[in-house]
């Protein structure tokens, strides 16, 4: 392959700078979109309604369109099909936004939503979709369960990702 590159470089002198370009160019493309993927475990898989998960985001791509997702995973013993999380986000400026949400982790007869190993189950859904980050700077999630007990059991782990959107063509 170096042999065929040198030839062509000889036979068409301008070919090395334009391969070089596409080279740089069609590095930069296969860039990764994921800004942040962070889990968290929590303890024995019993989460105190007071204890919050926190994430940090720095957000430097104000231009481009986001996606946030959490993951959840979660044991067969889990007792409930949703699960509702208070998450607070924290921005630049100081400023706050309180968000509640439901997330559905099993169908009407019980079914769990999500790939399985054994008796753990893992989903990733979607929080926010097409937003874009107002400000450059450190965000922070603060995430809470919203569920009546006071510590809910059978939630092993929780996750936070945030991504550039997926464009599609239309």
């Not at 369960?145 to 939630?155: F, Y």
């Amino acid at each position: 392959m170096n042999l065929y590159i040198k030839t062509i470089a000889k036979i068409y002198p301008s070919a090395k700078s334009l391969l070089g370009i596409i080279l740089v160019l069609g590095t930069g493309a296969c860039k990764p979109h994921v800004d942040l993927a962070e889990n968290a475990e929590i303890p024995d898989a019993s989460w105190d309604m007071n204890k919050a998960i926190r994430f940090e985001y720095f957000c430097q791509d104000t231009l481009n369109d986001k996606d946030i997702l959490f993951n959840i995973r979660h044991s067969g013993q889990y007792p409930y099909s949703n699960l509702f999380l208070f998450v607070n986000t924290l921005a630049p400026n100081g400023r706050s936004q309180k968000d509640t949400v439901e997330f559905m982790l099993a169908d009407a007869r019980g079914k769990w939503f999500g790939s399985g190993i054994g008796d753990i189950y893992s989903l990733r859904l979607i929080f926010k979709r097409n937003i874009r980050f107002a400000q450059e700077g450190r965000y922070i999630f603060y995430i809470q369960h919203g569920m009546r007990e006071k510590t809910l059991t059978g939630i092993t782990d929780l996750g936070i990702l945030i991504k550039n959107t997926d464009k599609k063509n239309d």
